[in-house]
T-cell receptor, first 113, second 115 residues
Framework: SAVISQKPSRDICQRGTSLTIQCQVD?????MFWYRQQPGQSLTLIAT?????????ESGFVIDKFPISRPNLTFSTLTVSNMSPEDSSIYLC??????????FGSGTRLTVV | AQSVAQPEDQVNVAEGNPLTVKCTYS??????LFWYVQYPNRGLQFLLK??????LVKGSYGFEAEFNKSQTSFHLKKPSALVSDSALYFC?????????????FGKGTRLSVIA
């Protein structure tokens, strides 16, 4: 299965600033998925990132707040912009493996103060 | 639309006893079903999946799950619980006909195994 390196693992940020999260995959994948896990909650899909096109955002998430880049088939970034304390969450990237499995990054634990 | 229900927020079990974590799903076609575990301050770890074939799926750390199409369920089980099994468990689903799409997750069930 694919291996994902996600950075940073955690960060504490000031409100109003932005943080960019990176995911590097050890193999080429068509789609990458970004999720948010708010404290004590389940995983909610933010967007799907396809190389060479704009990401597709789920209801409640907008590109201005969560811009995504997908410059090639092994890499993607998610930026959390103009942060507020409500953005404090764990952010995870995911890819679909062969044999219909899914692999997740180790997550970025974001605290906004 | 796809959805997953985990009816229990918390499951408590004594060490050595069998454990069950419940999951039901809703998809329009055939389901691909998954269980993941999340330990504190750790990422999601894959436990097992059902794609096709035998309804009883065996996974990591002695866990297994049984796919029941008539009841649209995919309950996670283990014959003898360990304290180290205490974690947050997520059931997830994808419609087999939906191509390269992401998983939809249940809300999670916190398992507490008491020594």
């Amino acid at each position: 299965s694919a291996v994902i390196s996600q950075k940073p693992s955690r960060d504490i940020c000031q409100r109003g600033t932005s943080l960019t999260i990176q995911c590097q995959v050890d193999s080429q994948v068509t789609m990458m998925f970004w999720y948010r896990q708010q404290p004590g909650q389940s995983l909610t899909l933010i967007a799907t990132a396809n190389q060479g096109s704009e990401a597709t955002y789920e209801s409640g998430f907008v590109i201005d707040k969560f811009p995504i880049s997908r410059p090639n088939l092994t890499f993607s970034t998610l930026t959390v912009s103009n942060m507020s304390p409500e953005d404090s969450s764990i952010y995870l990237c995911s890819v679909r493996d062969s044999l219909n499995g899914y692999t997740f990054g180790s997550g970025t634990r974001l605290t906004v103060v | 639309a796809q959805s997953v229900a985990q009816p229990e927020d918390q499951v408590n079990v004594a060490e050595g006893n069998p454990l069950t974590v419940k999951c039901t799903y809703s998809v329009s076609g055939n389901p691909y079903l998954f269980w993941y575990v999340q330990y504190p301050n750790r990422g999601l770890q894959f436990l097992l999946k059902y794609i096709t074939g035998d309804n009883l799926v065996k996974g990591s750390y002695g866990f297994e799950a049984e796919f029941n199409k008539s009841q649209t369920s995919f309950h996670l089980k283990k014959p003898s619980a360990l304290v180290s099994d205490s974690a947050l468990y997520f059931c997830a689903v994808r419609d087999s006909s939906s191509g390269n799409t992401p998983l939809v997750f249940g809300k999670g069930t916190r398992l507490s195994v008491i020594a």
